[in-house]
């Protein structure tokens, strides 16, 4: 079994002969952002959907069940290894309250299986202190640093989910516009190669939320 490492680790992992440039890695997300019974925002229940090609490269060696599907147990091992290493990058969450960064709890409702023949993992990340989503205040993005994974929005109805939410609330996912330098660099980036921290912001989607004023 190979332990799929998805923090700035992960280059050493993937084939060399994948493509030259950044990214080389793509995972579809949904998010739920979760409020709490006064109406604050309390945390992101997030879904990561690994790609086929990374998905049959990460489960290589894993055993499978009499039905044919990998072993879940297995699963729940890679999971666990990536959520050790995420730990240190904020699980590629920067979640915002106006201009300050918020900060996170320990990660819970871990879970993985396969969709299909993608790998998929969903956990939640709360936050230290739920915040008030009203005057626009709340907003996130999720990217891995140096772009080496890109991670977008799932092309689904409903990529983000209120859950709970105050009547009224609504969202908008801005797409990225990244700077031409920022694209040149992310092209002459190979597999054996990092890009730098910080990278990945230009690509990444955030994600605003409109809530009635208190």
């Known amino acids: 079994m190979r332990l799929f490492v998805i923090a700035f680790s992960l280059f050493l992992l993937t084939p060399l002969n994948l493509a030259s440039a950044h990214p080389h890695v793509w995972t579809d997300m949904t998010i739920k ?26 489960i290589e060696g894993v055993g499978v069940g009499g039905d044919g599907k990998p072993d879940p147990k297995k699963l729940n ?12 990058y904020g699980y590629f969450t920067e979640a915002r309250n106006k201009d300050k960064i918020l900060k996170l709890k320990p990660i819970t409702d871990k879970s993985t299986r396969m969709k299909g ?27 891995d640093p140096t772009y080496y994974v890109e991670m977008l929005h799932a092309e689904v109805e409903s990529p983000v989910i209120l859950s709970d939410a105050p009547t009224g609330c609504q969202y908008k996912v801005i797409p990225p516009n990244p700077d031409p330098s920022a694209v040149a660099q992310a092209a002459m980036l190979d597999a054996s190669m990092r890009g730098e921290t910080g990278l990945g912001s230009f690509f990444a989607e955030r994600v605003s939320l409109t809530c009635p004023e208190e």
């Open 77 to 88: 091992e890679i999971m666990q290894v990536n959520m050790e290493h995420l730990k240190e």
């Open 33 to 58: 952002i979760l409020f709490d019974k006064t109406g604050k925002v309390k945390g992101l229940h997030q879904t990561w959907l690994f790609d086929d090609y990374y998905t049959a490269y990460a």
């Open 117 to 143: 023949a993608r790998l998929e993992m969903s956990f939640t990340t709360p936050f230290e202190t739920p915040v008030s989503p009203s005057n626009d205040s709340f907003s996130y993005a999720i990217f």
